[in-house]
């Protein structure tokens, strides 16, 4: 890879048309554009925090393509998200600094011949948790860096309706035999995320998945071939089946084969469910089937579990 751009060059990813063609890629909508710009102005006039943004583009490109820990990818958090007075370049300054790597990050992606509908596709991503973090905290504002930094450093894809990321299996062998996972601790799997667009319909689901691995195939041919997925969510809690029976959430969950115990998923229902993960269940309100069964089932004395599930993977393998 090339040398680090300069802070000269650093201030060019961040202003004019370069700007422009991140908020492109990234699907960034108003009011986010507005403020996204006014912050990189701020950290492009601001000496201290444009050299912050140059060491978040260093991490992420020494990250680039490698399966890093939690720990080895984490990215600090510069503010508090629930409040509003927070300045707008704290609020926005990793999405800043992402677009300061988009650069390097499409040249990552260029070198394993992925096509450039397949770079806008997953990082359009960045754009869609803008707009979900204005829905959870009434402001606007990115503090998901940990997860994007997935997105720029390329080891995450989007697949239509699921997204896979390149990830090391860090299960105990102990639990993977109990699990009749087919694939040892520490090898290479499918990490599947479900994005906020829409309902888990089958087919969908079943038209992602089949892309998954000869996709990891074409343009990772260097790993071992990846025949397994995992997924660790609350909608893998088997609960789901009894809530909300004959649904898209539940032939969902009826997929995967569970691993290990669950642990407390609460806050991720209140989060992904209701955009309110700090929020007391007695002050929910419920518009929805599943939003009903939920807090139902708050009432009744129960929890939501989050739950980790494997699958075989399909798909032909290009030759």
């Known amino acids: 890879m090339t040398s680090l751009p300069t802070t000269d060059q650093l201030r060019t990813r961040i202003s004019g048309a370069a700007l422009q063609r991140a ?6 909508q108003q009011p986010d554009r507005a403020d996204f710009a006014t912050a990189a ?10 050299a912050r943004v140059g060491q978040v583009v260093a991490a992420l490109r020494s990250g680039m393509g490698r399966l890093l820990t939690q720990e080895q990818a984490s990215l600090p958090a510069t503010f508090d998200p629930q409040d509003p007075n927070e300045p707008v370049e704290a609020r926005f300054f990793h999405a800043v600094a992402f677009a300061a790597t988009l650069p390097d990050t499409l040249a990552f992606h260029r070198t394993r ?3 450039d509908t397949a770079s806008r596709a997953i990082l359009a991503d960045l754009g869609r948790h803008l707009r979900i973090f204005e829905r959870t905290f009434g402001h606007t504002g990115l503090h998901v860096q940990n997860w ?6 390329g080891v995450i894809y989007d ?22 996972v087919p694939t040892v601790t520490g090898s290479v799997v499918a990490g599947i995320h479900i994005p906020d667009s829409g309902p888990l319909r089958p087919a969908e689901v079943d038209a992602s998945l089949a892309r998954v691995r000869p996709f990891l195939a074409r343009h990772f041919p260097e790993l071992p071939p990846v025949s397994v997925a995992r997924c660790t969510s609350w909608l893998l809690d088997e ?27 609460d806050w991720s229902v209140r989060n992904f469910v209701f955009r309110r993960p700090d929020a007391d269940p007695a002050d929910l309100v419920a518009s929805t089937r599943l939003e009903r069964a939920v807090l139902d089932h708050w009432r009744s004395g129960g929890h939501l579990h989050q739950r980790s599930g494997w699958l075989k993977l399909s798909g032909a393998v290009p030759s």
């Open 23 to 28: 908020f492109d890629y990234f699907a960034v």
């Open 113 to 115: 011949a992925i096509p």
């Open 41 to 50: 102005a701020r950290i492009s006039g601001d000496a201290a925090a444009l």
């Open 148 to 153: 994007l930094a997935l997105h720029l450093r």
């Open 159 to 180: 697949f239509g309706r699921l997204q896979a990321e390149l990830e090391r299996l860090d299960v105990p062998a102990a639990e993977l035999r109990a699990a009749g």
């Open 239 to 265: 609960q789901l089946c009894d809530l909300v029976p004959d649904s898209n959430i539940a032939r969902f969950c009826a997929r995967w084969h569970p691993i290990g115990a669950p642990t407390d998923g």
